[in-house]
């Protein structure tokens, strides 16, 4: 789950994992969406696919980039727990 947090607090690497939400794409098309030097997205590309969140599919010179859902589900159920674990409980006064 480290490896997932690590991921995720780079604001680029959220915004490629919300551009894969939609469809997938080559790691061309990731790096034509920024302005940054081809060797960083993929960097960017590699820390999320050591992470777990994307999958790659390679046809010949073409790398396919597609979100884990799977691993994202789960990442986002840990957050949502954490979240409730700070929340008040039913019959708890939260002005008490």
């Keep these: 789950m480290k490896d997932i947090w690590n991921a995720m607090a780079d ?4 915004e490629i994992l919300t ?3 939609s469809r ?9 969406r920024f302005s940054v030097t081809g060797a960083t997205v993929s960097h960017h590309l590699k820390v999320l696919r050591e992470a777990g969140l ?6 010949k010179q ?4 597609s979100l884990n859902t799977t691993v994202f589900q789960e990442f986002l159920k840990s957050i949502a727990a ?8 039913e019959n708890e006064d939260p002005d008490a």
């Design 19 to 21: 551009m894969l939400q």
């Design 62 to 65: 073409t790398i396919t980039y």
């Design 24 to 32: 997938d794409m080559t790691a061309g098309e990731i790096a034509e």
């Design 54 to 59: 994307v999958l790659t599919e390679k046809q």
């Design 82 to 89: 954490m979240l409730g674990q700070g929340g008040h409980h």
């Design 11 to 14: 604001p680029t690497r959220r």
